[in-house]
Nanobody, 122 residues
């Protein structure tokens, strides 16, 4: 089992920045990739970004490319999402997930955090 806990969400004005963190514990050696997903009210969960744990390869949704940066600190089993130039449409619950491969599909991630709310006001 892998336990994931997010932090860093909050309320920010459009154009502002936030950094989300996700700390993993438990059987973390099974992590090959970690990702961030988000879900806005009334919408499906969508992929935001992912990183391979060993090589650091990254992938981003087109909607956040150039504004968000995913990174990891292996020694602390911590995943980050730096979000800049935030827009009201970025408002959602952001969840981190742990999986076996770098993927945009939530089906490839076995473990999930509870999520943290990000609200961007216009």
């Amino acid at each position: 089992q892998v336990q994931l806990e997010e932090s860093g969400g909050g309320l920010v004005q459009a154009g502002g920045s936030l950094r989300l963190s996700c700390t993993a514990s438990g059987r973390t050696f099974s992590n090959n990739a970690m990702g961030w997903f988000r879900q806005a009210p009334g919408k499906q969960r969508e992929f935001v970004a992912a990183v391979s744990w060993s090589r650091g390869n990254t992938d981003y949704a087109n909607s956040v490319k150039g504004r968000f940066t995913i990174s990891r600190y292996n020694a602390k089993n911590t995943l980050y999402l730096q979000m800049n130039s935030l827009k009201p449409e970025d408002t959602a619950v952001y969840s981190c997930a742990s999986g076996s491969e770098l993927s945009r599909s939530p089906l490839d991630y076995a473990y999930w955090g509870q999520g943290t709310q990000v609200t961007v006001s216009s």
